[in-house]
């Protein structure tokens, strides 16, 4: 939404206060969840927490109908760490337990208060030895958290969701221009472009503040692989231990800016360039009508922080800004709101239940589920052949960093072509061909559909098409990225299976 001085605002109120009943209003009580969450990021170089209140209310009638948020209140934000690791990659737990203690009584919560959260883990805290790790200092908790170890793909469409860009780029339906927001953090730059009111591409580089550490005097403390690529590219030669000039930090984030603006005009990369990407380049080749910064770099792109942190933030973020703000740059600059806390504010959490006739499931003895990620292609509304709804849903994996056959998912199906059997047909092919990793390693095959269909397509691939896997194939619960889903045990009586629904919270 714009105000008056034509910038945008982030609505935290999807349904106004004016259209709910009252609080103590019966109808009101049982068709409303009120919850406190917790988002903890735990980054390559930075960390933070924050808690808030999330409102949320049935959309519609039936038991199976979604949930929507209709308030989030951030009530606690704790200060930025740098995050603490032990002999260089190795994470340190006992300095994260303590920095996370503290963030709960500075905020004056208990961990019991807590009702659910998320934990996103990124970078070299991503790395499986300290994922696993961090899953352990939250086992206690296990059944309240989700924890989602986000590669370069998925950090950069968390980042588009946490600055907004989604946001934005919803505002003009049909409007084929994308919103790009750019994550420059620490040790990658990441770019997801948001066309929509969907993120439809991601890309990463390996540009960041903290290629290179410095003390307080501008010794180097350390260089990270990538820098001694820009240092060979640039014929510099520089070791732990020498001093770092201020014409030499120019001279380096320069180039280092000037290998973000070719990912952002898409142009023929440089050497270096190509040298420092760490994904395939950006396919989205459509207009980009607004660049949104977020990341820790974009606390000095917007003059929001002018202090040094022994690395080359300011200066990449001022080299970064003149180039983007040059006489002639294609694309205008929008206010960033989140910067640095673009991310992951807490998880809701609800149950539904799904009638047992709309559901097809091969064989009870695979429930109950637990935490399955959701994965959900962006099929086209018209009518596609199986070979195109197979690639989508290999889109869908990428930008989640992961493929077939990694881990259990539930795949989310919007369908809006009907009962017709030659395009179910075609679906289900579509399914079958792009999941066949997955099936082939015996995890089941669970789908997860908007329309009435689910019986129809779990009859088709289980019995027509004779996967080896078990099918489970619900309908009428709308999924979207960032949801996570339990499916419980079926009941015989009442033949129907619970579905619990976790989903990531973002401020915008």
């Known amino acids: 939404m714009a105000n008056g001085n034509g910038d945008f605002e982030h609505t ?92 709960y009584r500075e905020a004056g919560i208990r961990p019991e208060e807590i009702d659910t959260g998320a934990i996103i883990v990124t970078g070299e805290a991503a790395r499986k030895d300290n994922a696993e790790a961090i899953a352990m200092m939250f086992s206690a908790q296990a059944g309240k958290f989700v924890c989602a170890a986000a590669g370069h793909n998925l950090e950069a469409k968390m980042a588009a969701y946490g600055s907004g860009a989604v946001e934005i780029s919803a505002v003009d339906g049909g409007n084929p221009h994308g919103v790009m927001n750019i994550d420059v953090g620490g040790g990658t730059t990441k770019f997801g472009v948001a066309r929509n009111g969907a993120v439809v591409d991601t890309a990463a580089i390996n540009v960041g503040a903290r290629l290179f550490v410095l003390d307080e005097t501008d010794r ?143 064989n009870s003895a695979v429930l109950p589920l637990r935490n399955l990620q959701v994965v959900a292609p962006l099929l086209d509304h018209s009518p596609a052949d199986a070979g195109m709804i197979s690639r989508t849903i290999l889109e869908s994996f990428r930008q989640m960093d992961s493929q077939p056959g990694e881990s259990p998912v539930a795949l989310a199906i919007r369908w809006k072509s009907g009962p017709a059997y030659e395009g179910l047909k075609n679906l289900c092919h579509g399914i079958i061909d792009a999941m066949t990793p997955a099936t082939a390693r015996g995890f089941p095959l669970v789908l997860v559909f908007d329309a009435d269909v689910g019986r129809l397509v779990g009859h088709i691939i289980a019995q027509e098409c004779h996967v080896s896997c078990d099918v489970l194939s619900i309908d009428g619960i709308e999924l979207q ?28």
């Open 220 to 362: 180097i403390v350390r260089i990270e692989a990538p820098g001694l690529l820009v240092l060979d590219n640039l014929g510099l030669k520089l070791s732990p231990g020498d001093v770092m000039t201020h014409e030499v930090k120019h001279q380096i984030c320069h180039h280092l800016a000037r290998c973000v603006v070719e990912v952002v005009r898409n142009t023929p990369p440089s050497a270096l360039t190509s040298k420092l990407m760490v994904t395939p380049p950006l396919a989205f080749k459509e207009p980009v009508r607004h660049l949104i910064f977020s990341g820790g770099v974009s606390e000095y792109i917007y003059n929001h922080e002018n202090r040094d942190f022994g690395d080359l933030g300011r200066i990449l973020a001022e080299e970064i800004r003149e180039l983007c703000l040059a006489p002639g740059f294609p694309h205008p600059v929008h206010p960033g709101a989140e910067r640095i806390r673009a991310t992951v504010i807490g998880a809701s959490q609800y149950t539904v239940q799904v009638s047992g006739s709309t559901i097809f499931l091969s």
């Open 481 to 508: 990225d960032f949801d996570f889903v339990d499916i419980g045990e079926l009941m015989p009586d009442a033949q129907v299976v619970p579905v619990v629904i976790k989903s990531l919270v973002f401020r915008s």
């Open 12 to 103: 935290h109120d999807i349904i106004s206060a004016e259209d709910m009943p009252a609080e103590d209003d019966p109808i009101w009580a049982s068709e409303r969840i009120a919850l406190r969450s917790a988002g903890i990021d735990i980054g390559s170089t930075t960390s933070h927490l924050m808690f808030s209140e999330i409102v949320l209310r049935r959309q519609g009638m039936a038991l199976s109908s979604r949930f929507q948020i209709v308030k989030k209140k951030v009530i606690y934000e704790s200060p930025i760490l740098i995050t603490p690791f032990l002999d260089g990659n190795v994470i340190d737990t006992a300095g994260l337990t303590k920095f996370i203690n503290s963030a």
